[in-house]
């Protein structure tokens, strides 16, 4: 598997387009060990999806794993604009979710990836 960040053209390739932060898959962890158990640490992304969606306050939050490179990003896509949201607003969201998810402030970036298998 290849990752190609910028623009998406591959109709043979998954992408994942948002607002948000990436980190090492070790990062997440350390960042989410207060609220992951030991077990939980090796979850597969469909997992790690699922319990980021039980956790209140995290509005649209999605998660892409990228296994052959070691990296997670979370973040919010740009598609979900709220009716009447600025882009500032926007971007707050976007931040204030991913303090709820891991308890810190994060700088927030735009995300554009490409996973070519």
């Known amino acids: 598997m290849k990752v190609r960040t910028g623009f998406v053209s591959n109709s043979s390739s998954s992408s994942f387009v948002a607002y948000g932060v990436e980190f090492t898959t070790e990062e997440f962890i350390k960042l989410m060990k207060p ?3 030991e077990e939980d640490k090796k979850l597969i992304e ?7 969606y039980g956790i209140d306050g995290r509005e649209n939050l999605e998660i892409k794993l990228d296994y052959e490179n070691d990296v997670v990003y979370v973040g919010i896509s ?24 891991t308890g810190k402030t994060l ?8 996973i070519v298998n």
């Open 46 to 52: 469909d997992e790690f999806s699922e319990y980021i």
């Open 35 to 37: 609220q992951i158990s």
């Open 78 to 101: 740009p598609f979900d604009f709220e009716d009447e949201e600025t882009g500032k607003q926007f971007k707050e969201r976007v931040q204030k979710s991913i303090k709820i998810l």
């Open 107 to 114: 700088k927030c970036v735009p995300i554009s990836v490409e």
